[in-house]
């Protein structure tokens, strides 16, 4: 594949597997043993049901979640993107424990790093702003400075 081509399978999985909701079409973008790798998301299950269980999460608890692509850099077997994902928390959010919902506004940005081969994502790495999300929720305070 071209680059041109792992930045349009990139696009593919914000364009339509997050924000189209289009989860039917994991089996086209990632390898049956595809590895997430996420410090916010331990023990994420491999392949494309990993990854469709992984985005369901904040589809559930996010009804309105959207993700933009600010910016894409690619090599031959790699694609980096710099995102921005936002939505209103109105339902329970899947975690340990579970977050209620707050109906409270996230925006949280973040970085997800794409390793391709044979037209398919085969590895992904990322990290956001968890911490950023969590506050924005409510769920943790943010500390107050004190002189």
Known sequence: ??????????????????????????DELFSRDHQFHDPSIPGASPGPEGMKQTIAVYHQGFPDAHWQIHEMIATEDTVVTRWTGSGIQT??????????????????????MNRIAGGKIVETWEVWDTLGMLRQLGVIKTPVATS
């Open 1 to 26: 594949m071209s680059i041109e081509d792992n930045k349009r399978l990139a696009h593919r999985y914000f364009d339509e597997f997050c924000n189209g909701r289009r989860l039917d079409i994991a």
């Open 91 to 112: 339902n329970e959010l899947a975690g340990n424990p579970p977050i209620p919902p707050t109906g409270k506004k996230a925006s949280v940005e973040g970085i997800m």
